[in-house]
Structures are given as C-alpha cells and as structure tokens.
C-alpha cells in the first residue's frame, strides 16, 4: 500500500473516531455552563487540524 493511500485510510478512520469522541464528551459538555462549551467547541473543532497536517505531509512524502 502506498503512503499516499495509507494516509487517507488512516485519515478517514482516525478523524471518524475524533468526531464520535468530540460528540461523546460534548454530550456532557452541553450540561455545562455556555463559556464552557464554547471553549470547547472551539478547541475541539480546529485541535484536530495539527495531526491532519503532519499526516499529509508524511502521505506526501516530505
């Protein structure tokens, strides 16, 4: 398998995964006080882009 294809499969999964524990935990959050969940809205919506960017720059070989 190349890396290229490798990084979209482990893209695909791993960012299903990030969206079903972002739910889950904000299933708890929404209890919480509205700064709170809006700290953590907003963590949990742009976090995810640092392990995205490394991973296509391994899929892409640089």
């Known amino acids: 398998m190349s890396r290229s294809r ?3 499969l482990i893209g695909l ?3 299903a995964g990030y969206v079903l524990l972002v739910l889950t ?6 209890r919480m ?3 709170v969940q809006m700290v953590y809205f907003a963590v949990a919506g742009t976090i995810w882009v640092w392990p995205a960017k490394r991973l296509i720059y391994w ?3 640089k």
């Open 6 to 8: 490798a990084a979209l």
């Open 13 to 15: 999964v791993g960012f």
């Open 25 to 30: 935990l904000g299933d708890f959050v929404l």
């Open 33 to 35: 006080h509205g700064t």
């Open 59 to 61: 899929g892409a070989g």
